[in-house]
Nanobody
């Protein structure tokens, strides 16, 4: 499975961005999809995931209520709608696959595949 994130950019605090994730590979739809981010000098942070059938969704407290994940298995894509962005959201964002979507897998960073990330900068 190969993954490519896109849609990052520079946005002012309080603004919105929508990230996209394109997945390729015959087994892509068998996996949960998650997003993690990494800011300079900080540890990687898993922030959200959605199960392969959309039956389970997890949000880290840092993004809950502001970010929304979705996926379209027919198109092998996933999206992350990010609203009310804050300077502390500044990071490189990666989409990734997981075996299962739940808080533990995200917190432990149990990712199987991930690709190049996309930079999100929140600044006035």
């Amino acid at each position: 499975v190969q993954l490519q994130a896109s849609g990052g950019g520079l946005v002012q605090p309080g603004g919105s961005l929508r990230l996209s994730c394109a997945a390729s590979g015959s087994t892509a739809n068998n996996y949960a999809i998650g997003w993690f981010r990494q800011a300079p000098g900080k540890e990687r942070e898993g922030i959200v995931c959605i199960s392969h059938n959309e039956g389970s969704i997890y949000y880290a407290n840092s993004v809950k209520g502001r970010f929304t994940i979705s996926r379209d298995n027919a198109k092998n894509t996933a999206s992350l709608q990010m609203n009310n962005l804050k300077p502390e959201d500044t990071a490189v964002y990666h989409c990734a696959t997981l075996e299962v979507c739940y808080s533990g897998s995200v917190r432990r960073g149990e990712y199987k595949h991930w690709g190049q990330g996309t930079q999100v900068t929140v600044s006035s």
